[in-house]
């Protein structure tokens, strides 16, 4: 069973940085896609960003793109998002996502973490 759990999150002002984790166990990574996903109150769940099982491909959505970054160190079995330039529309609760095949949305995603908050002040 796969076990995600983030950390990282809090308040920032417009422009603050935030690097958040996400610690998996056994031998997640090697298994499947990861990614991280995002939603705001009365707003649908969207993805963030997403890595492929082989750490080569990465996908960063547009509304991000230049400010975040999305990577994983393999020897502590742990994804990173490095978020910069955060904007006010950046708040939102956060979740890392695992599943056996790619996705872009939400219904392929197979294992979630709890969510931490991240809230971006103006």
Known sequence: QVQLVESGGGLVQAG???RLSCAANGRTFSKNAMGWFRQAPGKEREVVARIRRSGVSKYVADSVKGRFTISRDMSKNTLLLEMNSL????????????ATSIFTTTKLVGFWGPGTQVTVSS
């Open 16 to 18: 603050g940085s935030l």
């Open 87 to 98: 904007k006010p529309e950046d708040t939102a609760v956060y979740y890392c996502a695992a």
